[in-house]
Nanobody
Framework: QVQLVESGGGLVQPDGSLRLSCAASGPTLDYYAIGWFRQAPGKEREGVSCISSTGDSTYYADSVKGRFTISRDNAKNTVYLQMNSLKPEDTAVYYC????????????????WGQGTQVTVSS
């Protein structure tokens, strides 16, 4: 069973940057696509980005295109989400999840989830 642990969240000012990490233990991540999701208070969970198992394909929500970059280092069993030009509306708990392919944006197909890391964008 894959265990995922997110880190890198925190408080940042608008237009600032953060890099989130999703580290896996257990089976290698080589065979899994990894998605990043977020959920703000009172809102539904939304898909932010996804990267295929090989890293050849990446996907982004329209709201983060051009600002966020997803990448992976399979040797380190870690996936990253570089977040630049952060906005207050990016405030949410961010989760990473694993599935054999990039699935639906609501995350319903994903098999393994981390515990989440809080990102707060505020001045």
């Amino acid at each position: 069973q894959v265990q995922l642990v997110e880190s890198g969240g925190g408080l940042v000012q608008p237009d600032g940057s953060l890099r989130l990490s999703c580290a896996a233990s257990g089976p290698t991540l080589d065979y899994y696509a990894i998605g990043w999701f977020r959920q703000a208070p009172g809102k539904e969970r939304e898909g932010v980005s996804c990267i295929s198992s090989t890293g050849d394909s990446t996907y982004y929500a329209d709201s983060v295109k051009g600002r966020f970059t997803i990448s992976r280092d399979n040797a380190k069993n870690t996936v990253y989400l570089q977040m630049n030009s952060l906005k207050p509306e990016d405030t949410a708990v961010y989760y990473c999840a694993a599935h054999w392919r990039c699935g639906s944006s609501n995350g319903s197909e994903y098999d393994y989830w981390g515990q989440g890391t809080q990102v707060t964008v505020s001045s």
